[in-house]
């Protein structure tokens, strides 16, 4: 599935952690607090969310590797060990856009470093909320099917999973459909664009609260 719009609110508390502001130690006066704030909100209008999801099923298991629908391997030991209940899995995709990078970069020429600095942190998190975003749009579906999904995602350069596997998931997701690129270093274009893998799972009939990884 493609999601052309994604909507979210800005996530202000991840935004000013991603700034590296803690609540007991960083003391912004009001001035500064509000200039933050009035960049945060400059950067979500230059952001443009837009995902894709997929769901395939888990054929086979192993210690460092899972087989998925359509002669998939993918090669990992931590993955295999997060997805090792499920029977399927949610490939994702999503991206903030193409405008706040040119934004961001703007503000740079222009020696607007804080302000960049948070048009940065404002596409970082963003994107990372429509990763959420697409996990619950799935999590409230698969209820009616008894299944749940992992709170926890997995992406590829991460760990023991190659980067190389961004190009399958690239391919899988079809995110030239949402105006991404991949590079021949597997690096995706815009630069806030992201993808990930979490699993899909049976409830268990003795207890409708099954606990999710």
Known sequence: MVF????????RKEIYQRLGCRREITQLTPQQEKLTDTSIEEAASFITLKGAALRIPILERKDDMILLGGDIRLQS??????????????LMG???GHAIIAATQENLKNN???KA?????????????????LMDYYRRSLLRERKNLLTKRYSA??????????RLFYTLLN?????IRITADNILIPEKSVTAITG?????DRDDRAPVV
């Open 200 to 204: 899909i799972r049976d409830i268990d």
């Open 77 to 90: 030991a931590n993955l295999a060990f997060i997805l090792r209940d499920c029977t399927e899995a949610l």
């Open 112 to 114: 607007a470093v804080a």
């Open 175 to 179: 995110l030239e459909a949402i105006d």
């Open 4 to 11: 052309q719009t994604i909507k979210i609110v800005p996530p």
């Open 157 to 166: 350069g991460y760990g023991d999973f190659s980067l190389e596997n961004q």
């Open 94 to 96: 999503a991206t903030a």
């Open 117 to 133: 600095a948070v048009f940065d942190a404002t596409a970082s998190e963003m994107t990372d909320g429509a990763l959420e975003w």
